[in-house]
């Protein structure tokens, strides 16, 4: 090849052409330095039939290429899944591969990496400063940026102290190996219902075959140890398997517990990672040394090796589907790369979204099912608080029935978990004077108060202003209310109604990061805690033997809204956060405070009959043409000018062209008609299963122009609608 087609990782244009020059191998795949102008792009080779480029140069015309990085160039596989999710979601090839070559530095060629850490030693010169750094910094290692960051202190703060002797630099070699895990390590023994459904697992990854399977297991059935079983077998072959997670906050207790089944911890990819940590993971990952991945939904990019086997965790939980930038659903993309790969993928869940059990109704997904919880463990039993027969008392928030559980568990020493999905003190503060409310200057969203850290935040683009003393409409002094709880609030009624238990409140504001959960579940197993008050965060992958007791502390609050997947959400919510009581020898209860405890979904989560309730909905959903039976898209204007946006709204509306099977809505202003400052109309795509909406979509927008002001974005499956 002496001619190369690259795609640029950072420019807007479409593949270019350029001359590889003498003494230089680029086959399709490789990772290149290409010439822009003046500036040095990184880009990947890419077959020139599969990638049409619309700037043909002359063979005399073409640039050189200034380099080749000395890392395997991306396989086919990858590269087909790259086309894929470009062509799916609607994205440019080149925003794909950035997710694939997420560590840029991974591609430097330096072997070894100086980080920095903390010697203990006091430096001569103390300054407040110094001690802070000295403080936040205590047992974290990195980049003298990385530092300065965490620390917040500037670059020279770090490099004082390094001169100081308070800090010292440390080689890393960014080529050590990680130890491979011993499949035999700690193997346990399964009983029958698990021994048979990992028997087709390890038989699938044995076999090489692409075969996405549906592990259908209730809370505490022993789905991790099932599909322990076919890692085991993926690692005896010297394959890689990646398993994803919904939640960087999971990682930690699965590291944990991989380590004591396979005897070291496998390689973590999240976004809390040190650059050091990234580019050996990355290397590692792309040469094959590291066996086994553990990630968010970006590690589902990395460029393996010889991937043998995907896992997706928790497979039905919405925080898979990606909302910005390339508008992806990581469960999706899992099975197409699974399928690009010829490998199992393994989707897990107690309670699997209704797309997922259609794709096992038709056939196309295998499903296997643990009924059962493992040994002693009985189901929770379940019931529900009638919030208007038995109300809580004014000012407060839990009902008597609930007061009583709580009361009962603390005597017998056990945990408790009060379960409400919502972050900071009061969703809402007004002014009792003159009803002032507290709305985000950067989003059509109210405040949330937070009383840990007494500030007023946007949940949506973190805005936060401290709270005032005085009304800043009517000036009145000390007339602000908070509306309504959120887990702070309830944390505070527990604290008044026992003062003696000892209490923690767990949200993306406490548990943010890896270390912080590792925290948590310490003091959680210590039985350093007695209740805890969380969001979604505490819903899933946690066991705690000793946790008996759980609270929903508002059962409704996700049917508000009217959203598709409302119910469906609600009840794998509540089934998942049920999950997490009575895992132990010891039998759980789950209290349901709820306003309308006839409803369904709240049957459903009551007599545990899935089936009855999937089946409802899934024939609404049937009815309706909603997914999965048909399917949306949805085209998003946004601009800082909100004349501008309307008109680029109203102009995509007009121009929708008439496609039999599919009709187009709007344009509405969109959920959030403000976000970050930028105003935002919304189109809804409706369309027929078997229409290419994305074929009908690329043309439509193709042959529009609006403002450079103004941005269009399309979200191909979008969830919250
Ligand atoms: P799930 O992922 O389905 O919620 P887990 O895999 O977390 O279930 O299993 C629940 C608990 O039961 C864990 O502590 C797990 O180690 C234990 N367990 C499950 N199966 C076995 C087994 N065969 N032998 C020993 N312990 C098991
Ligand atoms: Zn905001």
């Known amino acids: 090849m002496t001619r190369a087609r690259v795609l640029l990782l950072n420019a807007a244009l479409g593949p270019l052409d350029y001359r590889v020059p003498h003494g230089t191998e680029v086959e399709p795949g490789s990772i290149v330095v290409a010439p822009l102008g003046p500036r040095q792009l990184l880009g990947v080779a890419w077959e020139p039939d599969r990638m049409p480029s619309d700037a043909e140069v002359g063979d005399n015309r073409l640039r050189n290429l200034l380099a080749v990085a000395d890392v395997p160039p991306l396989r086919a596989p ?5 086309e894929w999710t470009a062509d799916y979601y609607l994205a440019s090839p080149a925003s794909v591969l950035r997710m694939c070559l997420a560590s840029t530095s991974a591609l430097e060629g330096a072997r070894t990496v100086t980080e920095y850490r903390v010697t203990g030693e006091v430096p001569p010169r103390l300054t407040p400063q110094r001690e802070q750094a000295l403080e936040r910094i205590a047992d974290r290692q990195g980049l003298i940026r990385e530092l300065a960051t965490i620390a917040d202190v500037s670059d020279a703060v770090i490099r004082g102290l390094v001169k100081s002797g308070a800090i010292e630099a440390v080689e890393v070699d960014i080529d050590s190996p990680f130890v491979p895990p011993d499949p035999d390590h700690a193997a346990p023994t399964l009983n029958p219902g698990q021994s048979e ?4 697992l390890v038989a699938a990854v044995a076999d090489h075959r692409f075969e996405p399977t549906l592990l259908d297991g209730v809370t505490g059935s022993g789905k991790t140890e099932v599909y322990f079983e076919a890692v085991a077998e993926a690692i005896r072959q010297g394959r890689q398997t990646l398993v994803l997670l919904p939640e960087i906050a999971l990682t930690e207790p ?3 517990r991989f380590h004591d089944r396979f005897g070291v911890e496998p390689v973590a990819w999240h976004s809390g990672l040190r650059s050091t940590q990234r580019r050996r993971a990355w290397r590692a990952i792309a040469e094959g040394r590291a066996l086994v991945t553990v990630g968010a939904r970006s590690a589902l990019f990395l460029p ?3 991937l043998g086997l995907i896992v997706v965790d928790e497979a039905h939980e919405t925080s898979f589907k990606q909302e910005e930038g390339v508008h992806y659903h990581a469960r999706d993309v899992a099975v197409m790369r699974g399928k690009f790969e010829q490998c199992p993928v393994i989707l897990a869940s107690a309670t699997p979204a209704i797309e997922t059990r259609q794709q096992v109704a038709l056939g196309r997904y295998a499903e296997l099912k643990l009924p059962d919880r493992y040994g002693p463990a009985e189901m929770p039993h379940i019931a529900a608080i009638d919030l208007i027969a038995e109300p809580p008392e004014r000012g407060r928030w839990l009902a008597p029935r609930l007061v009583t559980a709580l009361t009962e568990t603390l005597d017998r020493r056990e945990q408790s978990l009060l379960f409400l999905n919502r972050r900071g003190y009061a969703p809402l503060t007004l002014c009792r004077t003159c009803g002032h409310r507290f709305q985000c200057p950067n989003c059509t969203a109210w405040m949330v108060e937070h009383r840990l850290t007494r500030r007023l935040a946007c949940h949506h683009c973190g805005h936060v202003e401290p709270v005032p003393r005085a009304c800043p409409e009517c000036k009145g002094e000390d007339t602000l209310v908070a509306c309504g709880p959120g887990v702070e609030r309830i944390a505070d009624e527990v604290a008044l109604l026992f003062p003696e238990a000892k209490t923690a409140v767990v949200t993306s504001d406490t548990i943010w990061s890896p270390a912080k959960a590792a925290e948590f579940v310490g003091r959680m197993e210590a039985g350093d805690i007695d209740i805890v008050v969380g969001t979604q965060l505490v819903t899933k992958g946690y066991h705690f033997p000793n946790l008996t007791l759980v609270g929903v502390v508002d059962a409704d609050l996700g049917l508000e809204g009217g959203d598709l997947r409302a119910a469906e959400r609600t009840f794998q919510q509540i089934r998942q956060v049920s ?3 009575g895992r132990g020898e010891k039998p759980g209860r789950v209290l349901i405070q709820t306003h ?4 369904q979904v709240m049957q459903a989560l009551i007599t545990g009959d899935a089936e009855t309730f999937y089946a409802a909905e899934t024939e609404a959903r049937r009815e309706a043409g909603a997914p999965p039976f048909g399917r949306y898209a949805a085209i998003v204007v946004s601009s800082e000018d909100q004349p501008c946006a309307l ?9 929708a062209p008439k496609v039999d099977g599919m009709h187009v809505y709007g344009p509405a202003p969109a959920p959030l008609a403000m ?9 809804l795509v409706h369309a027929r299963r078997a229409l290419d909406v994305q074929d009908v979509i690329r043309e439509w927008l193709g042959a529009l122009e609006w403002p450079a002001k103004a941005r269009v974005t399309v979200d191909v499956d979008p969830y919250n609608f």
């Open 647 to 655: 008109e680029i709204a109203r102009l995509v509306g007009r121009t």
């Open 254 to 256: 699965f590291l944990k």
């Open 78 to 82: 990858l590269r087909r899944l790259v």
């Open 197 to 200: 459904a990992a028997a087709a």
């Open 675 to 683: 976000l970050r400052g930028r105003h935002r109309y919304r189109l």
């Open 304 to 306: 393996y090796a010889n």
């Open 596 to 599: 309308s405890p006839q409803a």
């Open 579 to 581: 999950g997490r009581a």
